[in-house]
């Protein structure tokens, strides 16, 4: 099994409706994160938690909400999802610091008709 | 605040030849800089990374990275290419003491062509 799942990997929804992504792990890691990767961009930071009382805005965080319903796991949701939200979502666990770097779920690749 | 910079949108190379990506960066203090390769319809995989110490860092499949001070910049390198390094290819960089969230900056990736 991956150390960091993400579901679903695919998913078309249509404009206003919610949705939520799903990210669970099990590399022990305290920090989680949400980046959205879109061409030419690179990846930009949604959300971020330090553990489960922790949630924190990242760059691009309107729009979106999250969720840490426990140390392994961190959803995020579209509250009412438009057709600019369309991208490839990662959610990503580091240890504190991140000194050694973040580990990858495969993506979530949304896209809002 | 911290930036970093991928020039180029698309390398390409040789099978067998030495391949270099280039990546340079901005930070206020000292920084933690790091490579990740992405393969197609999957997540970004950590290469390597510079903490401190020796400037040339090794990492997997093969890949090194030379950070350079003076000239902000740590490019990733590999003797010998393989059709199998084709993928996208993200720097980042983290500021060592910001203090409560060291934010991660992602360079917009390169993507790395090797020809047979």
């Known amino acids: 099994d991956a150390d960091v799942t993400q579901t679903p990997r695919n998913r078309i929804t249509k404009t206003g409706k919610r949705i939520m992504l799903e990210c669970s792990q099990t590399?022990?890691?305290?920090?989680m994160y949400w980046y959205r990767q879109d061409p030419g961009l690179g990846l930009r930071l949604i959300y971020y938690?330090?553990?489960?009382?922790?949630?924190n805005k990242g760059e691009i965080s309107d729009g979106y909400s999250v969720s840490r319903q426990a140390q392994a796991k961190f959803s995020l949701s579209l509250e009412s999802a438009i057709p600019n939200q369309t991208a490839l979502y990662f959610c990503?666990?580091?240890?504190?610091?991140?000194?050694?770097?973040?580990?990858f779920g495969s993506g979530t690749r949304l896209t809002v008709v | 605040a911290q930036s970093v910079a991928q020039p180029e949108d698309q390398v390409n190379v040789a099978e067998g030849n030495p391949l270099t990506v280039k990546c340079t960066y901005s930070?206020?203090?000292?920084?933690?800089l790091f490579w990740y390769v992405q393969y197609p319809n999957r997540g970004l995989q950590f290469l390597l990374k510079?903490?401190?110490?020796?400037?040339l860092v090794k990492g997997s499949y093969g890949f090194e990275a030379e950070f350079n001070k003076s000239q902000t910049s740590f490019h990733l390198k590999k003797p010998s290419a393989l059709v199998s390094d084709s993928a996208l290819y993200f720097c980042?960089?983290?500021?060592?003491?910001?203090?409560?969230?060291?934010?991660?900056?992602f360079g917009t990736g390169t993507k790395l062509q090797v020809i047979p």
């Open positions: 990503a666990t580091s240890v504190a610091g991140g000194v050694d770097g973040y580990t």
């Open positions: 980042a960089v983290r500021d060592r003491f910001s203090g409560g969230y060291q934010k991660v900056t």
């Open positions: 938690s330090f553990d489960v009382k922790d949630i």
């Open positions: 590399k022990g890691h305290d920090r």
């Open positions: 930070v206020s203090g000292n920084p933690y």
């Open positions: 510079y903490i401190t110490g020796d400037n």
